[in-house]
């Protein structure tokens, strides 16, 4: 008998074997697309993340994929129903709020003249790792709230560093994304700060 006739692994063998760290991760990137495609919901993916990165073997993995497709199908109308890659968001009132239940693009940019921008994430559905904001501001303030467990980090500035405050976790909980900040601040100031659950 050849190596070519000897019969593979069967299917539970390979369930039982021990999974490795690329493969957690890999199995929570697709949950976090399929999140993002609205195929699982908010408290699912929360779920099922904390149950990916805590899973021994490929069975454990594969139970929280198995009602996932295997392949996205084909988009038949290119744009609808696609999140887009940036979010605007421009003071021409003297504030905004963009707060609730909503889904955080991959990049934000955050242009305050005089008012306010709050961004809040404390409900959003974010499916990235990392999502960069990109912050403007002339005289004007720009606040972000983070939940427990996300993080966030100031990036490259061109001025007024000091301008900022950054209240926030500086590592994020497994599975939960991280908020770069990056851009233009003037005059104004930028507060970023975490909202903790009540215990």
Request: charged share 25%; glycine share 8%.
């Amino acid at each position: 008998m050849t190596d070519a006739d000897r019969p593979g692994p069967e299917p539970n063998d390979i369930a039982a074997k021990r999974a490795a760290d690329v493969d957690r991760e890999a199995v929570a990137e697709r949950l976090r697309i399929a999140a993002s495609e609205g195929r699982i919901e908010l408290w699912e993916l929360d779920d099922r993340l904390g149950r990916a990165y805590r899973a021994k073997t490929y069975g454990d993995l594969e139970t929280l994929v198995a009602d996932l497709p295997a392949q996205p199908p084909f988009v038949s109308y290119p744009g609808i129903g696609v999140e887009p890659e940036t979010l605007v968001l421009r003071t021409t009132t003297p504030n905004i709020k963009q707060a609730g239940r909503w889904i955080v693009p991959r990049r934000i940019t955050a242009e305050s003249t005089t008012g306010w921008i709050t961004i809040d994430f404390t409900q959003a559905s974010c499916a990235y790792r990392e999502v960069t904001v990109e912050v403007i501001t002339r005289t004007g303030w720009i606040q972000l709230i983070l939940p427990e467990g996300w993080a966030a980090r100031v990036g490259p500035l061109s001025t007024y560093t000091g301008h900022i405050s950054n209240r926030a976790a500086q590592t994020a909980a497994p599975g939960a994304p991280t908020v770069i900040v990056t851009g233009h601040p003037l005059f104004g100031y930028i507060k970023i700060r975490q909202r903790h659950r009540r215990r």
